[in-house]
């Protein structure tokens, strides 16, 4: 099972993509891009009534549901949000303590896991430059369909020293981007629990689509 | 130098302005330098509301930012067509406020809201200007 776990919808304020393109992209990109589902990750935000069943049901694909925060150790997917999370953090606060957040989230359902770990500035393979490892990470996002040369390559001696599962993610704020990096699953994942469960567990991978659709271009 | 963020002055009105009707000569300028070569008898092109000049762009009483901002794009949502002899009215509020970090370090965003009205009370654009600074 295929899912990308890093996307941005247009409600978050830098991307202009509705939902429902996505899921229209995706379908007409299907031999190329075999993504069974995203989930949508908005930047420091958390919408506990979004409700994306009829589009699921109309295009046949999962839609889950994450936020992407700011931390003092840089930007971190959380996936399994739920009340007793947004009610101990606030999200819009950009400078979420990491060594805090990572151990709660876990302790309250959830999972925490640094992207784009390459990244300067926002980036954890920065932060580990001048601040101690944290402690409770269980994954990164070792493949961003945003980074820049070098930045992915960057995180690989990262997972190496510390053991980190990697998975991966587009990234995409634009339509046409969607899918482009993925994790591909060993489970199936029906749910966010179930989601939470496989990245806790083990068993998946990233997997990049850009030179396949290259390619096709 | 640091960011300061101040939600308070979020849904503040910060500038009321009444504009000259629309004249077609203004109409004719604002197509020819944005390339519209072929604008429909007395309707402006939709574009046209960004080039009113309101009394005032930014609110008065704004804690600074940061060192220096930049236009970080607008989003507009049109309405009513706008016509030669249109009188248009802009309401600027301060919409939202946020802070961000990127690549290069912490941002601040200022996002403004103008709503456009004409003399029918038609809503003719909502436009939000978005400033980044840092």
């Given at each position: 099972m295929i899912l990308d776990l890093h996307t941005h919808s247009d409600?978050?304020?830098d991307s202009r993509a509705p939902v429902e393109s996505y899921l229209k992209w995706l379908v007409r990109k299907r031999p190329l891009l075999p993504i069974d589902g995203i989930v949508l990750t908005e930047h420091r935000q958390w919408n506990?009534?979004?409700?994306y069943r009829a589009l699921e049901d109309k295009y046949g694909l999962l839609i889950l549901r994450g936020a992407e925060v700011e931390t003092d150790y840089g930007h971190v997917l959380v996936y399994g949000v739920n009340d007793a999370i947004t009610r101990r953090f606030?999200?819009?606060?950009?400078?979420?303590?990491a060594a805090e957040l990572i151990p709660a989230v876990s302790a309250l359902g959830g999972i925490a896991a640094p992207c784009?770990?390459?990244?300067?500035?926002?980036g954890l393979c920065a932060h580990y430059e001048d601040k101690p490892p944290l402690e409770?990470?269980?994954?990164?996002?070792?493949?961003?369909?945003?980074?820049?040369?070098?930045e992915n390559e960057r995180v690989q001696q990262l997972i190496a020293d510390h053991g980190y599962g990697a998975f991966g993610g587009s990234?995409?704020?634009?339509?046409?981007?969607?899918?482009i990096c993925a994790t591909e699953f060993e489970c199936a994942v029906r749910t966010i629990e179930d989601l939470v469960s496989a990245l806790q567990g083990g068993g998946y991978r990233p997997i990049d689509f850009r030179e396949r659709l290259r390619s096709e271009a | 130098m640091a960011i300061t963020i101040d939600r308070?002055?979020?849904?503040?009105?910060?500038d009321r302005t009444t504009h000259p009707p629309v004249a077609q000569t203004e109409v004719d300028a604002y197509a020819a330098a944005s390339g519209e070569s072929c604008p429909a008898d007395g309707v402006a092109p939709?574009?046209?509301?960004?080039s009113l000049r309101s009394h005032?762009?930014?609110?008065?009483?704004?804690?600074?930012?940061?060192?220096a901002g930049l236009d970080a794009g607008k989003d507009i949502e049109l309405g009513a067509p706008i016509r030669v002899g249109d009188v248009l009215t802009t309401v600027s509020t301060v919409h939202d406020i946020y802070e961000k970090t990127g690549r290069s370090g912490p941002m601040g965003f200022l996002v403004l809201r103008t709503v456009v009205t004409n003399q029918r009370d038609e809503g003719v654009a909502v436009i939000d200007q978005r400033m980044m600074f840092r």
């Open positions: 409600a978050s304020e506990p009534h979004a409700d606030d999200f819009t606060n950009v400078r979420l303590p784009h770990p390459g990244r300067p500035t926002i409770g990470i269980v994954a990164v996002e070792a493949l961003n369909g945003g980074s820049r040369r070098g990234d995409s704020h634009l339509v046409s981007f969607i899918g | 308070s002055v979020v849904g503040s009105e910060f939709p574009t046209f509301v960004v005032r762009f930014m609110p008065k009483s704004l804690a600074r930012l940061g060192r």
